[in-house]
């Protein structure tokens, strides 16, 4: 069997639990340091939090109910058994430690949750909160996506995002620290950002031992303050092949045990401003991989590894949930 170009998060799981494990996406009601106040109200520049919402959500329902719909909703879809609750809206480590403690444990006792995966900023990963983290951490698979976008200050700046790429390296350190298996979210091709950029950003996260990458294409959603720039002509809607050059190129400069949990994002299309292609996300995953194969290239090989490497066996020493689950009572 031919070994893989990158290493997919869904395999991954797979080898940890023996079978499909599918996210379920959920609204725990959070807010952010970027919207409430604490550092700014306007938000992120490409944020309009509703394209993020879990497909289906319909507001009223507590995150319980939602897990169970959910969960109902990907077995019969999918003919899965296996669920990872998704905590998504907003900042979901920002709030009282032990409010968000009881509001994560609660989830971990619905039939077929295996685990916890969790969406956050770099500032908001106080002390408090990381203790709670670690002791989930060594009960149960925990995933924590930081949200990274770049570690270009002068983007960092244009896209509002209120800290730095100081902020991220100390968070992810501190996140290593403790064992808590973390992935950044990238965002690829924001206006400023090239392939430059791209590889860059790569190996300050392979230096930094990131555990896993989610990849997002920018795209212009509507009620932010980049579909008004763009309305403005400041800019040109992204590129697909640009796109997808830039991913290949990130994925050649990532360490090849790190997972891959997406190579690209979307909005809804009723929220979409531009590119058009960008509401299509397997068209654009698999002109990634259609990239990757025609180049003959992998994840991590500009960094000297093989396509051996990319398929080797799940590292415990790089991935420390992995002694969590093997410590553990396998699933039912």
């Avoid at 409430?36 to 938000?43: E, K, N, R």
């Avoid at 309009?48 to 319980?64: E, K």
């Avoid at 209120?162 to 403790?178: F, I, K, Y």
């Avoid at 990849?215 to 579909?227: D, P, R």
Wanted: some cysteine; proline content about 5%; charged content about 25%.
């Amino acid at each position: 069997m031919e070994a893989p170009r990158i290493r997919k998060f869904g395999t991954f799981l797979r080898e940890i639990f023996g079978r499909r494990v599918h996210k379920v996406g959920l609204v725990g009601g959070f807010t952010c340091p970027n919207r409430d106040g604490s550092l700014g109200t306007g938000g992120c520049s490409f944020c309009n939090p509703a394209s993020s919402l879990p497909a289906g959500y319909r507001g009223g329902s507590d995150f319980r109910r939602q897990l169970e719909k959910g969960c109902r909703h990907v077995s019969k879809r999918f003919g899965v058994s296996l669920f990872l609750p998704y905590f998504q809206d907003y900042t979901t480590t920002y709030g009282d430690p032990e409010e968000l403690e009881r509001m994560y444990e609660s989830v971990l006792s619905c039939p077929g949750v295996v685990g916890i995966s969790l969406c956050t900023r770099p500032d908001c990963l106080d002390d408090g909160v990381l203790d709670v983290l670690e002791r989930l951490s060594r009960k149960t698979f925990l995933l924590v996506e930081l949200g990274v976008q770049t570690f270009d200050e002068r983007l960092l700046a244009d896209m509002n995002r209120l800290h730095t790429s100081g902020d991220t390296l100390d968070a992810l350190e501190r996140l290593r620290d403790r064992s808590i298996f973390t992935a950044a979210h990238m965002i690829l091709g924001y206006p400023g950002h090239t392939v430059e950029t791209a590889v860059g950003d790569a190996a300050i996260l392979r230096e930094a031992g990131i555990g896993g990458v989610k990849l997002q294409n920018f795209h212009v959603v509507k009620g932010t303050a980049m579909a008004k720039r763009y309305a403005e002509g400041g800019f040109e809607a992204l590129d697909q092949n640009a796109y997808v050059e830039m991913a290949v190129s990130f994925l050649e400069e990532t360490d090849p045990r790190a997972v891959i949990l997406r190579l690209n994002g979307s909005a809804p299309a009723r929220l979409t401003v531009a590119p058009e292609w960008s509401t299509d996300s397997r068209a654009t995953t698999a002109g990634i991989e259609a990239a990757l194969e025609a180049l003959d290239t992998w994840q991590g090989r500009k960094t000297g590894a093989s396509r051996e490497d990319v398929s080797g066996a799940p590292d415990a020493g790089f991935h420390p949930v992995l002694r969590t689950i093997a410590e553990g009572t396998p699933p039912e």
